[in-house]
């Protein structure tokens, strides 16, 4: 059973920076990981995803030029950096993994693709 944990998440200005990491409990070079998250009444959305090989990313058009996604396999670690936020940003932020042997360059869009999450973290952009 795969595990993952989300930090970094925090209160930030708008057009500041922060770094979300998510932890694997075990090697994460077969999954795709995908970050999502949820603003309160909100539905959860698609952030970015990154292929099991990593030569893949997806961006939602909202966080495209801003947030990059990366991944670290020695470290069974995914980051989500994310610069110039805004308070729209603001939302509890998810990762989730669905194994991807095969397809090495698939990403995911959709939450439903997803077998694996986090708890979450919160991130909050507010003057």
């Known amino acids: 059973q795969l595990q993952l944990v989300e930090s970094g998440g925090g209160l930030v200005q708008p057009g500041g920076s922060l770094r979300l990491s998510c932890a694997a409990s075990?090697?994460?070079?077969?999954?795709?990981i995908g970050w999502f998250r949820q603003a309160p009444g909100k539905e959860r959305e698609g952030v970015s995803c990154?292929?099991?090989?990593?030569?893949?990313?997806y961006y939602v058009d909202s966080v495209k030029g801003r947030f990059t996604i990366s991944r670290d396999n020695a470290k069974n670690t995914v980051y989500l950096q994310m610069n110039s936020l805004k308070p729209e940003d603001t939302a509890v932020y998810y990762c989730?993994?669905?194994?991807?042997?095969?397809?090495?360059?698939?990403?995911?869009?959709?939450?439903?693709?997803?077998?694996?999450w986090g708890q979450g973290t919160q991130v909050a952009v507010s003057s």
């Open positions: 990154i292929s099991s090989g990593g030569g893949n990313t």
């Open positions: 075990k090697t994460l070079d077969v999954y795709a």
């Open positions: 989730a993994a669905v194994q991807s042997v095969v397809f090495r360059r698939r990403v995911f869009s959709g939450a439903n693709e997803y077998r694996y």
